[in-house]
């Protein structure tokens, strides 16, 4: 299982490719509070937010919203710090106490979650598995989505980011 922050699905979102997450994935879930982060950048007039609508699963799609319980949000609470949002600390807490990855983009919740022992993939970890199981299967089709990310969501992959990217679907092909 995988549980996916507000700015995974939001990149993928801007880039039509969502569906990268369930290819990798058996079960792709999200807390009640990045849709609520959605729906606030919905009503801003953000329209990227619709492709992942169409996704959730009470629309018939894949993406499963999910509400802390109790114990995940007392949890939440202990992991709060000044540099984690609310939502950030719930997904950390969700990931953790259900044993899931976590996929996020965000350092610091990298860092936290490696602290309390959860599994967190970034779009490097989510590339990289999507190439092994032949969805994204080409160097063209890699360039493609790497430049889609800078240009319509800002996002900039390191050097090393990429190189690891491109040696992995090297040794693929």
């Given at each position: 299982?995988?549980?996916?922050?507000?700015?995974?699905?939001?990149?993928?979102?801007?880039?039509?490719?969502?569906?990268?997450?369930?290819?990798?994935?058996?079960?792709?879930?999200?807390?009640?509070?990045?849709?609520?982060?959605?729906?606030?950048?919905?009503?801003?007039?953000?329209?990227?937010?619709?492709?992942?609508?169409?996704?959730?699963?009470?629309?018939?799609?894949?993406?499963?919203?999910?509400?802390?319980?109790?114990?995940?949000?007392?949890?939440?609470?202990?992991?709060?710090?000044?540099?984690?949002?609310s939502t950030d600390?719930?997904?950390?807490?969700?990931?953790?106490?259900?044993?899931?990855?976590?996929?996020?983009?965000?350092?610091?919740?990298?860092?936290?979650?490696?602290?309390i022992g959860v599994?967190?993939?970034?779009?490097?970890?989510?590339?990289?598995?999507?190439?092994?199981?032949?969805?994204?299967?080409?160097?063209?089709?890699?360039?493609?989505?790497?430049?889609?990310?800078?240009?319509?969501?800002?996002?900039?992959?390191?050097?090393?980011?990429?190189?690891?990217?491109?040696?992995?679907?090297?040794?693929?092909?």
């Amino acid at each position: 299982m995988a549980l996916v922050d507000n700015n995974v699905l939001s990149s993928l979102a801007k880039i039509d490719r969502l569906e990268l997450l369930p290819s990798v994935f058996e079960t792709v879930e999200t807390p009640l509070s990045v849709i609520d982060e959605l729906d606030r950048a919905a009503a801003e007039g953000y329209n990227f937010v619709t492709r992942i609508d169409a996704v959730k699963s009470y629309n018939d799609g894949w993406l499963e919203i999910v509400s802390p319980t109790g114990t995940e949000l007392e949890l939440a609470d202990e992991l709060g710090d000044h540099a984690l949002s609310s939502t950030d600390a719930r997904c950390l807490a969700i990931a953790s106490q259900r044993d899931a990855r976590l996929v996020t983009d965000d350092a610091h919740v990298g860092t936290r979650g490696a602290q309390i022992g959860v599994e967190v993939w970034d779009l490097v970890l989510l590339f990289q598995a999507a190439i092994h199981c032949d969805v994204i299967s080409t160097t063209e089709e890699l360039s493609t989505l790497v430049a889609e990310l800078r240009d319509r969501d800002g996002y900039r992959f390191s050097e090393a980011d990429r190189n690891t990217l491109f040696e992995t679907i090297d040794a693929n092909e």
